[in-house]
């Protein structure tokens, strides 16, 4: 059995070059595969191995301490959904190119925890008493494999798009509280991030995103799959792959 796991952490690296060195070298020996994106901001990995050679690889990324708060969200599958491993070092580790929704330039934006979540749409509003509206940050192809029940979808094909996409919504939801989610939590992060400095203090961010929801307290809310960047395609509510085949 594979352990796929997805991953991020938003922290200032010095020198991203010498960390994604570090990583590849890592990765290589305990033959995992996948995808890792390290920047100045922080990084972002997609890998997938055996279990134990994950769990050591983790151990090893958690014991620097710019890491010791990482989340990994797991999922299983038959086959390694990557062909191989790609470290790659980028400007961004999800290019947003809005310096208001830079996580190093303040505070984390507030988060509703999937239990507290699930709560609010069973019943209809949050806890003071306000409509909840859940907006998907990711992308129409993602969203086309599912999204949670009645959200706000954006006709956005790159992240980058958000803002523009967003402006004609702002008046409508400024009564509303608003929870920004997306896959694994990065681009609902830093989308939560930048509403918040231009003006919308009503914004919460979904910790952990779909695949933490699902790992948390499963698809309460929840229509059709998850779409993940890999063979795998989509992962339903219980985590298990739509395709499951070796890449």
């Known amino acids: 059995m594979i352990v796929n796991t997805a991953a991020y952490h938003f922290v200032a690296i010095a020198e991203p070059g010498r960390l994604a060195d570090a990583v590849r070298e890592r990765a290589t020996a305990d033959q995992l595969v996948g995808t890792v994106l390290v920047a100045g901001e922080g990084i972002n990995l997609f890998l997938a191995g055996a279990g134990a050679a994950i769990a050591g690889f983790y151990a090893w990324l958690g014991a620097d301490p710019r890491f010791a708060g990482l989340q990994v969200k797991y999922s299983r599958s038959e086959h390694a959904p990557f062909a191989r491993l790609k470290v790659k ?9 809005r310096q208001e929704g830079s996580p190093l330039a303040a505070a984390r934006a507030p988060a ?6 699930r ?7 949050d806890d003071g008493g306000r409509p909840v509206v859940m907006l998907d940050t990711r992308n129409q192809q993602e969203i086309a494999f599912g999204t949670f ?3 706000l979808t954006l006709p956005i094909t790159r992240f980058t798009e958000l803002p523009a996409a967003l402006a004609p919504h ?4 400024a009564d509303a509280t608003v929870v920004s989610f ?3 939590g990065i681009r609902c992060e830093k ?11 009503n914004v919460l961010q979904l910790d952990g995103g779909i695949l933490g929801y699902f790992e948390a307290v499963g698809g309460e809310g929840y229509d ?8 795998r395609v989509a992962l339903d509510p219980q985590l298990r792959p739509l395709q499951d085949v070796a890449a």
């Not at 070092?89 to 190119?97: A, D, G, P």
């Open 89 to 97: 070092v980028k400007q961004e580790i999800i290019s947003f190119r």
């Open 119 to 125: 709560q609010w749409l069973r019943q209809g509003h």
């Open 182 to 184: 997306c896959t694994g």
């Open 191 to 201: 989308a939560a991030l930048w509403m918040q400095a231009d003006g919308m203090d």
């Open 149 to 151: 029940a009645g959200a």
């Open 224 to 231: 059709g799959h998850c779409f993940v960047f890999d063979e």
């Open 170 to 173: 702002r008046q409508a939801l």
């Open 112 to 117: 509703v925890s999937p239990q507290v979540l």
